[in-house]
């Protein structure tokens, strides 16, 4: 009975305090995605526009959640959890989006958005089962996902002439 509480008070805690959870659905790769927990789960707003990717991760289907130290960025704990889709309008729905609306940032339609989260995202419950993961031995990275957004570019041919002929006249 004592090791469930500490395990329950662990996840709770840990998940509490990271910004950013990895959540896996029962298909797909696990995505880094923003939550609050609010009454004993992590919530989650997403799949509309402007919003985090929730792909995978459907009503009523387990996920693997696993959370991060926040100022060392280890594994702290992997969580088993039941996905609950909160429908628009319900008692659960707004409190659970009374609490992301505060935790969304640079929103672009400021007050407006719980609105718009009603009509096109879904407001997701990751509600803990009560199973943790043994810490891996390894360190279990992977490569990133392929995405079109992408920062790498060939260097304009006239950068370099530009970057140093500025040095040159500093010194």
């Known amino acids: ?9 662990l996840v709770e805690e840990a998940t509490k ?3 950013l959870i990895w959540v896996q659905g ?3 790769p696990a995505r880094a995605l923003w939550h609050v927990w609010h ?6 707003v997403g799949d509309g526009p402007g919003e ?12 693997r959640v696993t959370v991060r130290s926040k100022d060392k960025g280890g594994r702290l704990v992997s969580w088993s959890a039941r996905i609950v889709q909160l429908a628009p309008g319900s008692e659960a729905w707004q409190a659970a989006v009374g609490e992301l609306k505060g935790k969304r940032l640079n929103a672009p339609d400021g007050e407006a958005m719980t609105d718009r989260w009603a009509r096109e995202c879904r407001v997701l419950r990751l509600e803990p089962t009560g199973a943790t993961a043994p810490l ?6 992977e490569p990133p996902l392929p995405t079109p957004a992408t920062t790498r570019r060939p260097v304009p041919a006239g950068l370099p002439r530009l970057l140093l002929k500025k040095k040159r006249k500093r010194a």
């Open 52 to 63: 985090q990717p929730l792909a995978g991760l459907t009503d009523g289907a387990e996920a």
């Open 26 to 28: 029962p298909e797909g």
């Open 39 to 44: 009454e004993g789960g992590a919530c989650l």
């Open 136 to 141: 891996p031995d390894g360190s279990l990275s």
């Open 1 to 9: 009975m004592t090791s469930e509480l500490l395990r329950q008070a």
């Open 17 to 19: 305090k990271s910004g």
